[in-house]
């Protein structure tokens, strides 16, 4: 077999491990650009197509997913696939797929006219979290605990729209980053200029308009989990809140220790990625006051050095094995011997 990847050298970028495994285990492969117009040419002689594609860059965004599904549709093997990649970065997406398979998602509302969402504002509970449909790190991401809150996210939302970019939060983020240590002051400095020179995604990425999209709230969480499926293979970590906020997702403060992953959303993980015939995903768990793990949201796209530390993972059977492990060389085995 023969794999043609682009090869993005950013930090966050699944192609730095692609490539070396590909090296290291003597696999035929080339690298190409994904943003030339003549990449299907590019890829004539090859058996597979790898892209870790990043919903933060605006070039991505605008067609990643229409390459990869031609490419595929050509009977080229890709990865992500149209299974694995279609609903990333798309939380409304995610609603309707998990929804129609019947997956624990956290019960979740979507409104297109604002009517409809004042209706059910009055006559449902708070408090609600109110999210975008984009965004990662809990980004676009708010506690809404009066309805008076929610009407006027909703009435926003809906006829107005809301920057897709978050410039105070961004800023926040910064902040807080640096106050825990995490973060440098020059991340600090880059948020303030944002307030006056837009970056390349603030000016192509604009508003989200037309739609209001809420969650219920699970109270009492002092953490989610988050498990990664490749294949027949998944580990995982705890994420902590931030401090006085109730979001974990971007927070840094990881545990990494098998004793703190309940082993039921490792289960419940294979079981819907089953079902959704994922290649590799990403599932971000609540527990109800029950117990019961409650899925927010998946991904495929996730940074790969924030789980380098994990001491093992589980296989299907939910057996765990020790040791260190290749999670990205999983990918390209798995591609590699896939009939899709």
């Not at 990425?205 to 219920?216: E, I, L, P």
């Amino acid at each position: 077999m023969k794999i043609a990847i682009h090869h993005t050298a950013a930090d966050w970028s699944f192609s730095n491990y692609w490539v070396e495994y590909c090296r290291s285990q003597k696999i035929d492969y080339k690298i190409v650009n994904a943003y030339d117009s003549e990449i299907v040419e590019q890829v004539r002689d090859c058996d597979a197509f790898m892209w870790h594609h990043n919903h933060m860059i605006h070039k991505d965004r605008l067609f990643a997913k229409a390459l990869l599904f031609s490419l595929e549709t050509a009977g080229i093997k890709v990865f992500p696939n149209f299974y694995t990649g279609w609903h990333f970065d798309d939380k409304l997406g995610q609603k309707y797929l998990l929804e129609s398979i019947g997956a624990p998602l956290v019960p979740s509302y979507a409104f297109f006219d604002f009517d409809t969402a004042r209706k059910w504002i009055e006559e449902t509970t708070f408090p609600k979290v109110f999210k975008l449909r984009g965004g990662s790190g809990s980004t676009n991401v708010m506690l809404v605990k009066t309805r008076k809150d929610a009407l006027k996210l909703a009435r926003k939302a809906i006829k107005r729209g809301i920057p897709i970019y978050n410039k105070r939060g961004a800023l926040k983020e910064a902040f807080r980053r640096y106050r825990m240590g995490a973060g440098h002051i020059v991340e600090i400095l880059k948020a303030v200029a944002h307030f006056v020179l837009p970056t390349p995604l603030q000016r192509a990425s604009g508003k989200d308009v037309g739609y209001a999209y809420f969650q219920d709230f699970i109270p009492d969480n002092r953490f989610d989990i988050r498990i990664i499926v490749i294949g027949d293979k998944a580990y995982g970590i705890q994420r902590e809140v931030r401090t006085g906020d109730f979001r974990a997702s971007g927070s840094g403060m990881i545990h990494y220790d098998r004793k703190y992953i309940n082993e039921q959303c490792v289960k419940v993980a294979f079981e819907v990625s089953e079902k959704l015939q994922s290649q590799c995903t990403g599932f971000d768990f609540v527990f109800d006051q029950s117990g019961t793990p409650l899925i927010v949201e998946i991904g495929y796209g996730f940074v790969q050095q924030a789980y380098e530390a994990c001491p093992g993972y589980w296989d299907r059977n939910i057996c765990w094995h020790e040791g260190k492990f290749n999670p990205m060389g999983w990918i390209v085995e798995n591609l590699k011997k896939s009939d899709k």
